[in-house]
């Protein structure tokens, strides 16, 4: 079965530190893998979304950025965070043909900057 | 830009059942309408998937009428554990390759 892993699941950071979030896919290949922010009391906003190893589209022009070194693995990245960072951040998966594959999720990773 | 449209929050009682409808004016042709539940702290949870007319798993039903202009989501006597937010998911005609959540509706079961 497929199962997906998000770490660390709650992170601190000062402002101006960088960020590294990782994500990793098990039981499929080639899926197509999501960043999600999700602020709180708020619904999720789409970050990147990737359909292959280094091919990264972003939705929201921001302080952040997303690689794919390997078909299973999605990285967050920043260089300098901001006080705006910090929220929920949910990776996801999907099968190829994401159009008509639910996508799944994984639990998440808390983001607190101070 | 089109987006789904939910209603922000539902109150409703243990036992009851409980229906909440997503518009999506906009949808594609070959697009299906998923729906989540999300918990405090965790990421959203798959619920139900369909594309038209009717679905029933062993949580919920989704019934969708023939425009497909919108969909609404049964669950059964709720619980208190049903408590969540519920987020209607569709491909939207002019969004190219993305998924865009609808606005969530809170859902709260009362005893």
């Known amino acids: 079965s497929q199962t997906i892993h998000q770490w660390p699941a709650t992170l601190v950071q000062p402002v101006g530190s960088p960020l590294s979030l990782e994500c990793t896919v098990e039981g499929t290949s080639n899926p197509n893998l999501y960043w999600y922010r999700q602020a709180a009391g708020r619904g999720l906003q789409l970050l990147f979304y990737s359909v292959g190893i280094g091919q990264i589209s972003s939705e929201v022009p921001q302080n952040l950025s997303a690689s794919r070194p390997q078909d299973r693995q999605f990285i967050l990245s920043s260089k300098k965070l901001l006080l705006s960072d910090s929220g929920f951040y949910l990776c996801a998966w999907s099968g190829r043909d994401h159009s008509n594959q639910p996508q799944h999720f994984g639990d998440g990773t808390r983001l607190s900057i101070l | 830009l089109a987006k789904t449209t939910q209603p922000i929050s539902m109150d409703s009682y243990e036992g009851q059942e409980v229906n909440i409808t997503c518009s999506h004016n906009?949808?594609?042709?070959?697009?299906?309408i998923t729906w989540y539940q999300q918990f405090p702290s965790q990421g959203p949870r798959f619920i139900i998937q369909?594309?038209?007319t009717k679905v029933t798993n062993e949580v919920a039903s989704l019934f969708i009428p023939a425009d497909r202009k919108s969909s609404t989501l049964s669950l059964p006597r709720v619980s208190l554990s049903d408590t969540a937010v519920y987020y209607c998911l569709v491909r939207l005609e002019d969004s190219s390759y993305k998924l865009i959540f609808g606005s969530g509706t809170r859902l709260l079961v009362r005893p």
């Open positions: 369909g594309y038209k």
């Open positions: 906009n949808i594609a042709t070959n697009d299906y």
